[in-house]
């Protein structure tokens, strides 16, 4: 890496760590789990808010899907092969679906979806995320006494969902707790919920 990528590069880790609000845990996802609360420097304050995020998305029951975000091709599915349905995951789904790409500071231009539905119709769309999270709420399912003082990265994910010719948006928080969900098992102190926020039929 020449000096001056290596300085571009550095540039980029002070803004995204400036978004992040001074936080230094990277977004965990259900699948793995936590070890242990994150260390943060300050506490946050709520409503949760966010400056930045992280991104991806799914097709379902299409054929070709490919969806642009931040000027990059996070999907690409052939033509002619049509995806399988979300059925198919049984009661994996939604909870599956998670966010890796990023962080990403708010807000890029609108993702730009085209793909054809499961009886071959063509279809496109922009989808702002900006516009949809506007506010830059994170949206979760934990009560603020609940949680713990340091009870989120900033960084949540958002996950675009193609479903043949639905489009779906969620938002996916990790939020710490102050007690576990089950005694059983410490290290269940936290709560991803995967939320629908947008939802639209072409």
């Not at 071959?120 to 949206?139: K, N, S």
Request: net charge neutral.
């Amino acid at each position: 890496m020449t000096a001056s990528r290596r300085s571009r590069y550095g540039a980029a880790l002070v803004a995204v760590s400036l978004a992040l609000t001074g936080c230094s845990a990277a977004m965990s996802t259900a699948a793995s789990g936590p070890s242990s609360s994150p260390r943060f420097d300050t506490d946050v304050e709520w409503p949760l808010k966010f400056k930045a995020h992280y991104f991806d998305a799914y097709c379902f029951s299409t054929y070709g899907c490919k969806v642009y975000y931040r000027g990059r091709l996070r999907v690409d599915h052939p033509d002619d092969e049509l995806r399988p349905s979300s059925e198919a995951l049984g009661d994996k789904y939604p909870d599956i679906l998670s966010a890796g790409m990023g962080p990403i500071p708010n807000f890029p231009p609108p993702a730009k979806v085209t793909w054809r539905a499961k009886d071959g119709t063509p279809l496109e769309a922009e989808i702002d995320i900006g516009e949809i999270f506007r506010d830059e709420l994170i949206r979760h399912n934990v009560a603020r006494e609940d949680a713990t003082s340091n009870a989120t990265s900033g960084a949540p994910g958002i996950i675009l969902e193609v479903n043949d010719r639905t489009i779906n948006v969620y938002m996916r928080a990790m939020i710490w707790l102050k007690q576990p969900r089950d005694p059983e098992r410490p290290h269940s102190n936290y709560r991803d919920d995967i939320i629908k926020v947008f939802s639209r039929t072409y």
